[in-house]
């Protein structure tokens, strides 16, 4: 089983939708989890961090996080052409083997459709 | 506050060359991962370097090596370059407290010819 698996994509919604991305990841001592957004050429950008079970909700991101059943999420409302990139998931917790490490999903490429 | 930084951002070089990166974190951070990115393998963790020391290491051969210096710079060192090697070496500072945000540095784009 792969540590972090993402939903695969590409993912393509219209202009204006509601995006779902979504993450399920095999270590269950992961106790932060972020998310980050890659364009296409450049680094990834840390959009969201979500530490407890629930919703977090930043502007027009949600993240959902269950911890029982190793799950985040992100919720991407009225999408922009503008958030067309590639989303990362990385839960970071104490792995098996060390300590402390940031394990990245394969990540789900997002296109917004004009 | 300014960002992590690495240099350089472009480099090109030839098969047995070797490399060296670096990577200056956030002011105040003590940890710099380092990671390799590739079309085809995704984000892949090389190591972590906190206070100077190695505290987490990827599957990744020998070849590949990093430090840290007390001012919490490092530098990651590729030595006898492979094809397989050309990639986006990224760095990501972090305070080093568990569970902290990483941030990413804009990246080293390594060809080798």
């Known amino acids: 089983q792969k540590e972090v698996e993402q939903n695969s994509g590409p993912l393509s919604v219209p202009e204006g939708a509601i995006a779902s991305l979504n993450c399920t990841y095999s270590d269950r001592v992961s106790q932060s989890f972020f998310w980050y957004r890659q364009y296409s050429g450049k680094s990834p950008e840390l959009i969201m961090s979500?530490?407890?079970?629930g919703d977090k909700e930043d502007g027009r991101f949600t993240a959902q996080l269950n911890k029982a059943s190793q799950y985040v999420s992100l919720l991407i409302r009225d999408s922009q052409p503008s958030d067309s990139a590639t989303y990362l998931c990385?839960?970071?917790?104490?792995?098996?083997?060390?300590?402390?490490?940031?394990?990245f999903g394969p990540g789900t490429s997002l296109s917004v459709i004009p | 506050k300014a960002g992590v930084t690495q240099t350089p951002r472009y480099l090109i070089k030839t098969r047995g060359q070797q490399v060296t990166l670096s990577c200056s974190p956030i002011s105040g951070h003590r940890s710099v991962s380092w990671y390799q990115q590739t079309p085809g393998q995704g984000l892949q963790f090389l190591f972590e370097?906190?206070?100077?020391?190695?505290?987490n290491k990827g599957n990744f051969p020998g070849r590949f090596s990093g430090r840290q210096f007390s001012n919490s710079r490092s530098e990651m060192n590729v030595s006898t370059l492979e094809l397989g090697d050309s990639a986006l070496y990224l760095c990501?500072?972090?305070?080093?407290?568990?569970?902290?945000?990483?941030?990413f540095g804009p990246g080293t784009r390594l060809t080798v010819l």
């Open positions: 990385a839960p970071r917790g104490v792995m098996k083997t060390s300590y402390d490490k940031v394990i």
């Open positions: 370097y906190f206070s100077e020391t190695q505290r």
């Open positions: 990501a500072s972090s305070s080093g407290n568990p569970g902290n945000e990483q941030f």
């Open positions: 979500i530490y407890s079970n």
